[in-house]
């Protein structure tokens, strides 16, 4: 039996993980509606892309406000937006660095969450996936912003788990390490013999799209391969 069509709305979905999220998911015949700080991406991608800067609770609002119109409630809404910081000791990140990388990642999935949990709820229907980190779960030096900005956003989805009703989930999700571009600019030598997000997606797609309410509240981890063929 060919599982149900999902309504996915995703943030950050011009490169990266995002980007490759939102085209396996139309791969399989889901409908995808993302943004992206530029609302620019390759060619044919396949899904809408707007223009949205997920710090200015504006244009979130916004962009929710088009997609419920057009009854564009989400059946899964993955808040991936986030940027990150060059490697320094805290004291010599600047404070515009500190800012950004709040403002997007901590304060832009709040943003999200506010501006399209109502009609979820309403629903009493949903899964809501925060893409977070294995540096939100852990610390080390050098990445104090992105460290915080992902400590933030693991305890909002906590908090927010014991909110929700009982149909529904909230969850923090660890990519694992992958070959983005925005890893490879911090540690380029950290990411070699790991998988793009191309390879990456599909693997993490399956185990999103088994995820339920049973799940809610979890602090989860994409599986890697070697996980994966040791359950096989």
Not at 94 to 119: C, F, K, M, R
Not at 174 to 197: A, F, H
Request: hydrophobic share 45%; with cysteine; net charge neutral.
């Amino acid at each position: 039996m060919q599982a149900a069509k999902k309504t996915v709305v995703l943030t950050g979905a011009s490169r990266g993980l995002g980007l490759a999220l939102a085209r396996e998911l139309v791969r399989l015949g889901h409908f995808v509606e993302a943004c992206s700080r530029s609302g620019q991406g390759p060619r044919e991608l396949g899904f809408s892309l707007q223009a949205v800067d997920v710090s200015d609770s504006r244009q979130v609002t916004r962009w929710a406000c088009e997609l419920l119109d057009r009854g564009c409630v989400p059946d899964i809404l993955i808040c991936n937006a986030a940027i990150i910081n060059p490697p320094a000791p805290l004291w010599r990140a600047t404070g515009s660095e500190l800012h950004d990388v709040i403002s997007v990642n901590v304060l832009g999935t709040g943003y999200t969450l506010q501006a399209l949990l109502p009609s979820m709820i309403k629903r009493k229907k949903g899964l809501i996936i925060i893409v977070s980190s294995g540096w939100g779960r852990t610390s080390a030096a050098e990445m104090a912003p992105y460290y915080a900005s992902k400590w933030a956003v693991e305890g909002l989805a906590a908090s927010l788990a014991h909110e929700l009703p009982s149909s529904m989930a909230a969850v923090t999700l660890n990519p694992g390490i992958v070959k983005t571009d925005m890893l490879s600019k911090c540690w380029p030598e950290r990411t070699q013999g790991y998988e793009p997000p191309d390879v990456w997606a599909g693997r993490a797609v399956d185990f999103i799209l088994r995820l339920s309410a049973r799940d809610n509240g979890c602090q989860l981890t994409v599986p890697a391969p070697i996980e994966i063929a040791e359950k096989d």
